[in-house]
């Protein structure tokens, strides 16, 4: 389901209909019903029961039910149709939707990033320059002013984030009300089936969905789309047969006077039912979320053909068979359905849930790993799933996480409406975020007039509004559930955004001075030693507080030293061929290098051990580059810390500097003397006697014999090539985050318990990292903050 390489669908590029693009987009439609619909396609469980609840049930008659399907119909027209399928499909980055994509898209046309370590470089990204990237001075006055203000930046990321979070209540209440609500349907023929029976059955279903999460959805992926579309075919005829079984005048309920009448004689009550009809529409966010596994084109497809139609059809059906049979509402869709197919149907609309819920659940481990990528989430596993489809993930934590708080919601509650009320809540806010967040997008990257951006605002808030007005009367009733759910995972991601930008802030304004380094000289006032020491860093310029740390406290440091960043830049995805930025610190003799390692926020960090290897290429690339381009040293100051080139990856395969072999360990004659002690040696051999994977395969570097080449450039090719074969060892810092006496209460909460707490108990940066522990070098430091 990964996209397949090449331009990204988007407003600049329709796809065009020739037989091979039409195909390829149907078969994407065809995957899309078990990925993006489940959730969306499973509401006709619980709408109607949702919707007449409460004072709603002293009206429950034929004028009433016209107008809750009416309702429904304009909504479902309105919301999924206009508004996502015509207008946010096309504010795609780099064919990737969802919240994260609007933000991404923002930040890069205007300058409201909170990322700490971004660079200039960063823009010549290609991913970066993705839709038009010029200035529309009507735009001007209002980008000044959220630029120049960094409260609003902040205001901003926290929008993004409680909507963020309001997703991942989602995730908790999905799986309880869509499961609990096909397995309701037991008691609709086995009336001798009690509550706390049928919740039983729903718990162990759930249990066995959130067990079954570490094997990855390719395992089952296969079976989603037919089962979707079994689904889909059942209620659209179960549908039919209502209509025309027992009132075929619903038809006339597609008029929008049916609505006026509806508010007329319902007044209040119609208006808090409204809690109920916005559950028609929850999962519409899945359509732009999951955009990047398909096409826009192919979403359309999906929903304008199959799904738009199949729902109205239901939920008119429902209508009709509600309209004479009015104290059916309570199980109004199991009731609807004509004896002979129920045991069918029934198994269907389970599995048909639990997919729905499987869409959620992987949703909310991208969404986790998305924040984590943004500063914004404290380290966690993260296992790939798939070797064949890019960006199916699972994330343990998280998994058992999200299958306690479903089973306590499910277990706390045990009535669908209560359960339905706090998920209402949960999705209308995650759109009333999406929406404004879309209308600064058209004014911001689409270049269009701030009016036009007011009105679709206005518009849609307008109508959004409305229903959360209504899901917020309902926070007694269950709606306080995501509320907190999302405050507290609110919470988490802020604190830890906070602390992490506090202790960037440090490293930046402790910066190693470079006048200091060069008055030490080439050999730093230390011994040299053969290896290459890999010095671990947040910062994208300058030498960390650690290297001087470092080398005040030990008298010997390697004889290549290289600085390395890892960091995320708001793009999806980031190439291979322009991950690594390399550049040199100090001049020449000094042997010291950086290297900025840039991932996007959805890519996936693979642990292919090739790193290491990948490195030395790339310096050997940059130093024979620098050699034929003057303007990257330049002079003797500017090379201090200076100028940086993108080293793509088909050019360091390409690379003539090096000549590679790959060669087993015992093929190593001569080798050059390690800095590594004897014990750690033997430590090392015992490591590797324990993983043969370990040592089976090795790369050994030889300096190329081509006689054109500078003798500079071979001398220093030659001492990175000795000190690879010496060994690589990992230097970072073993960091204290604590706040400084003179910091106020709240400041202290948060650094000393809030943030330290979470440093604690979440994955450390080397094994996120996936740095061999075996040569890893930690520096105890202390940051006052």
């Not at 808030?461 to 509320?483: C, D, H, N, R, T």
């Amino acid at each position: 389901m990964e996209p397949e390489p090449g331009i990204p669908p988007g407003p600049s590029n329709p796809p065009f209909l020739s037989w091979v693009n039409l195909s390829r987009n149907l078969l994407l439609a065809y995957q899309s019903f078990g990925v993006v619909y489940g959730d969306l396609s499973t509401s006709p469980l619980f709408v109607y029961k949702s919707t007449f609840i409460g004072k709603l049930q002293e009206h429950e008659n034929e004028d009433s039910i016209f107008g809750a399907f009416s309702l429904i119909f304009w909504t479902i027209t309105l919301i999924p149709l206009l508004k996502y399928v015509f207008i946010m499909l096309a504010a795609d980055d780099n064919g990737e939707g969802g919240t994260f994509a609007l933000y991404s898209l923002l930040c890069r046309h205007a300058k409201l990033s909170l990322l700490p370590n971004q660079q200039a470089a960063d823009e010549e990204l290609s991913a970066y320059k993705y839709g038009p990237m010029t200035q529309n001075d009507s735009s001007s006055p209002l980008k000044r002013f959220l630029e120049k203000h960094k409260k609003l930046r902040t205001a901003l990321l926290l929008v993004v984030l409680f909507g963020t979070c309001m997703v991942i209540g989602d995730g908790v209440v999905t799986p309880a009300i869509s499961v609990l609500s096909a397995v309701s349907g037991l008691k609709v023929e086995k009336e001798k089936l009690t509550s706390g029976e049928v919740l039983l059955i729903a718990c162990v279903i759930l249990v066995g969905l959130f067990a079954l999460q570490h094997f990855g959805t390719h395992k089952v992926a296969f079976l989603f789309a037919p089962i979707i579309i079994m689904w889909l075919i059942s209620i659209m005829c179960i549908g039919l047969y209502n209509i025309i079984r027992w009132n075929p005048k619903i038809v006339q309920a597609l008029s929008p006077y049916y609505i006026i009448k509806f508010f007329k004689e319902n007044g209040k009550d119609g208006w808090i039912s409204l809690g109920g009809i916005l559950l028609s529409i929850t999962g519409t966010e899945a359509m732009f979320a999951d955009l990047g596994h398909f096409t826009a084109f192919s979403i359309r497809i999906a929903f304008a053909l199959v799904i738009y139609p199949c729902l109205v059809i239901q939920y008119m059906g429902q209508a009709a068979f509600l309209s004479k049979n009015v104290s059916s509402i309570p199980h109004s869709f199991y009731h609807s359905i004509p004896g002979p197919v129920f045991w069918p149907v029934f198994v269907i609309a389970t599995l048909a849930a639990i997919v729905g819920s499987q869409s959620v659940i992987t949703a909310t481990f991208s969404i986790v790993k998305q924040c984590h990528a943004l500063g914004c989430f404290p380290r966690v596993k993260i296992v790939h799933t798939s070797k064949h489809i890019y960006g199916q993930i699972y994330i343990p934590e998280i998994n058992w996480i999200l299958m306690i708080l479903t089973l306590a919601v499910t277990i706390g509650f045990h009535d669908t409406t209560l359960i339905g009320n706090a998920y209402g809540l949960a999705f209308m806010t995650v759109m009333f975020v999406t929406t404004f967040l879309m209308s600064l997008v058209i004014v911001f990257v689409w270049q269009r007039s701030i009016f036009l951006a007011a009105g679709f605002l206005l518009f849609f808030w307008l109508i959004e509004g409305v229903y959360l007005s209504s899901a917020i009367m309902k926070v007694p009733q269950g709606g306080w559930v995501p509320i907190v759910l999302s405050c507290i995972f609110m919470v988490v991601m802020y604190v830890w955004h906070y602390g992490t930008r506090r202790k960037y802030s440090y490293d930046l304004h402790n910066k190693v001075s470079l006048k200091w380094l060069l008055g030490l000289g080439p050999s730093l006032g230390i011994v040299r030693v053969p290896g290459i020491g890999l010095i671990y860093s947040e910062l994208a310029t300058g030498v960390p507080p650690i290297f001087s740390h470092f080398v005040t406290n030990l008298p010997a440091f390697h004889q290549v030293l290289i600085f390395v960043c890892v960091k995320s830049v708001p793009v999806p995805y980031v190439s291979p061929e322009e991950r690594f930025l390399v550049g040199r610190v100090c001049p020449r003799p000094y042997r010291m290098y950086r290297c900025v390692v840039r991932y996007g926020y959805k890519d996936i960090r693979r642990d292919d051990g090739d790193f290491e290897n990948l490195l030395v290429q790339g310096i050997a690339e940059f130093i024979q580059m620098e050699a034929g381009e003057p303007q990257l040293s330049g002079s003797e100051t500017s090379s201090l810390d200076g100028k940086m080139a993108v080293i793509s990856t088909k050019t360091i395969q390409s690379n003539m500097s090096l000549v590679i072999s790959e060669v087993e360990d015992f093929d190593l004659i001569n080798p050059v003397p390690c800095s590594k002690s004897a014990t750690l040696q033997s430590l090392r051999s015992a490591y590797e006697e324990e993983n043969p994977q370990a040592r089976t395969r090795r790369m050994k570097f030889q300096v190329s014999t081509n006689p054109g080449m500078d003798p500079v450039v071979r001398d220093e090719l030659q001492e990175l090539v000795e000190a690879k074969e010496a060994g690589v060892t990992y230097i970072m810092g073993h960091s204290y985050i604590k706040a400084r006496r003179s910091s106020s209460i709240l400041k202290k909460l948060v650094i000393d318990m809030g943030y330290s707490f979470l440093r604690k108990n979440c994955r450390g940066p080397a094994v996120a990292l996936n740095i061999p522990h075996i040569s890893l070098i930690e520096v105890g430091m202390i940051y006052y903050v």
